[in-house]
């Protein structure tokens, strides 16, 4: 699966500039990976043919662009088509989770050229997990021919808050060790490139909005797993809060949530304690079922077992409930129910659209899909390419590649 290149300049990088655009300007034209002749950039740049030439034949020189066959002649010679040159440099994505790490190698055109995943405990601390990562790389660049100087940024998911502007967690809850941690320090001791990191949900949300929803402006991934947190698209843009943790649904308090049921956070009836895998785990244990791990109840789902099936209804249902007051003020178009406990399927969904719409207003909800995720464990991996492009493919960071093409060896 690739990540599919978004429609003129992408989320979270800046229209190009009104006086003297740059290469880098021009080259957010390109993003789309459709390929077009210079007559086509001036028409939809309103540059003028002359600068366009010089534009373009920089970014030729940098490596971004290539030409990609002819245009259908008009009269006279068949003017070149120029495209988003995948090939040449690499970002790398990673996704930590609480017990694995996953790196993929991935091209400018979004492509993954190659992937890999093994079990990791994030208990182990920033070092080793972070030196493991990156053993994980340079093994994958070594499989995919290329070195580690093509490597021209990194993007990374932690399970966890995230200080989005420093890349250090903050306080994470199961990350010992990895608090305010320079993880982006750390990592440009191996490849001094840009690195971005953010929380795993985020992250997730960007994966699943650039490979499946790119049309939508307002999506609210959800992910249900070990805890439930959620991943805000508002007009295109990730939207963070003030210090990163927007979208913390895991620990709002669900309306006449039982008082005894007491949350890792402290607090009482937080929608975690209540409908995430391990939650709906313990309650199935103490109904007498051998279920140990979110795993085993989506197993018991599958199997048809009456038990799980209605436990995880009613999962949805607190989901919902929380949801409810989501739609009425974000009032997304679409909501995307992903992680571990998705895979039960429609039991988990259905919970979650019985509370939405019986709650919500119906002009919020006339035109709302509730669906599960189509990236899978994948999501990460997709959301930290996407995330490492938007940032090495801005009109900054191209324009600065090509200064630095220009200047003399």
């Not at 899909?369 to 996407?386: F, H, N, P």
């Amino acid at each position: 699966m690739a990540v599919r290149p978004r429609p003129g300049p992408p989320a979270g990088v800046p229209s190009p500039s009104p006086t003297a655009p740059g290469a880098g300007d021009l080259f957010q034209h390109l993003r789309d990976g459709k390929p077009r002749t210079k007559a086509e950039l001036s028409e939809l740049s309103s540059l003028a043919r002359s600068t366009i030439s010089l534009r373009v034949d920089a970014l030729l020189a940098s490596g971004l662009l290539a030409p990609v066959g002819e245009a259908a002649s008009t009269g006279g010679r068949p003017p070149t088509r120029f495209a988003l040159n995948g090939a040449g440099h690499v970002v790398l994505a990673i996704d930590l989770g609480a017990s694995h790490a996953a790196v993929a190698a991935v091209d400018l055109a979004g492509k993954v050229l190659d992937e890999t995943s093994v079990e990791s405990d994030i208990a182990d601390g920033p070092t080793v997990v972070l030196d493991r990562v990156t053993d994980l790389a340079h093994d994958l660049l070594k499989r995919i021919g290329m070195a580690d100087d093509q490597v021209v940024g990194i993007g990374i998911g932690v399970p966890g808050p995230v200080e989005h502007s420093t890349g250090r967690p903050a306080n994470p809850p199961i990350m010992p060790g990895w608090h305010e941690f320079d993880i982006p320090a750390h990592l440009a001791r191996q490849f001094p490139v840009p690195v971005l990191v953010d929380n795993d949900v985020n992250v997730m949300a960007l994966g699943e909005h650039v490979t499946s929803w790119s049309d939508v402006d307002h999506l609210l991934y959800v992910k249900v797993a070990t805890g439930i947190g959620a991943g805000i698209i508002s007009n295109r843009r990730l939207t963070r809060g003030a210090l990163g943790t927007a979208g913390d649904l895991g620990h709002v308090r669900v309306v006449d949530a039982d008082d005894t049921i007491v949350c890792r956070c402290g607090n009482i009836g937080c929608l975690e304690a209540l409908a995430a895998g391990p939650a709906v785990a313990a309650r199935l244990r103490a109904a007498g079922l051998d279920i140990n791990s979110s795993q085993d109840v989506v197993d018991s789902v599958l199997r048809g077992d009456v038990a799980a099936l209605q436990a995880v209804r009613d999962a949805g249902r607190a989901i919902g409930s929380v949801l409810a007051t989501c739609v009425s003020l974000l009032n997304p178009s679409v909501i995307v129910i992903g992680g571990s406990l998705s895979l039960a399927g429609e039991y988990l969904i259905a919970g979650v659209r019985e509370v939405v719409y019986q709650r919500s207003l119906p002009l919020a909800t006339s035109h709302l899909r509730i669906v599960a995720a189509t990236t899978g464990d994948r999501a990460g991996i997709l959301g930290a390419a996407a995330l490492v492009l938007d940032e090495v493919l801005s009109p900054q960071a191209v324009d600065a590649l090509v200064d630095r093409r220009r200047q003399p060896a």
